[in-house]
């Protein structure tokens, strides 16, 4: 298998599951802040901002994309194309799963707020704990990106 095949599908994996994960984990949170608003239409502007928070997975897979463009070129070697595919199928993962848990604790602090409960401070800082690993997994495309060597042009 060409080396610029193997990148091309570590980055695929990585831009397409993080683009998947802020979906379903806006879905997740989207769909309790229904339920909230039915209740009381007062509390949108918070759970439209808790809802929002499972987005940023998607842009991260983005940015890892942007951080590894410069290597896909066709003189790639066959331990870069390694290197990309391993990054961005894990990458993928950590933001997938990420995603899915940030939006679950959103939709669970937003159906307290919609039960009139003051947790909505509460459930952002609780919401920032996965997002942490997906943070990680862009320091980890940062890091991978200047271990492989120079990009070939």
């Known amino acids: 298998m060409e080396p610029i095949l193997l990148a091309y599908i570590g980055v695929a994996f990585m831009a397409g599951l993080s683009g998947v994960a802020s979906c379903f984990g806006i879905t997740i949170a989207a769909n309790a802040t229904i339920g909230a608003v039915k209740k009381d239409s007062a ?3 918070s759970c439209m901002l808790l809802t ?4 940023t997975q998607g842009l991260y897979g983005f940015a890892g994309y ?3 463009s410069s290597y896909l070129t066709a003189g790639i070697t066959l331990l870069q194309g390694a290197a990309i595919l391993g990054t961005g199928i894990a990458v993928g993962i ?6 899915i848990k940030q939006g679950q604790i959103c939709a669970n602090g937003i159906t307290a707020v919609g039960n009139g409960h ?3 401070g509460n459930t952002l800082i609780l919401a920032a704990f996965p997002e942490l690993y997906a943070i990680l997994g ?7 990106s200047g271990m492989i060597g120079e990009p070939v042009v």
């Open 138 to 144: 862009v320091a980890l495309v940062f890091l991978v």
């Open 43 to 45: 509390v949108f502007g």
């Open 94 to 99: 950590v933001c997938l799963f990420s995603a």
């Open 52 to 55: 929002a928070l499972p987005s």
């Open 66 to 68: 942007y951080l590894l």
């Open 118 to 120: 003051k947790v909505f």
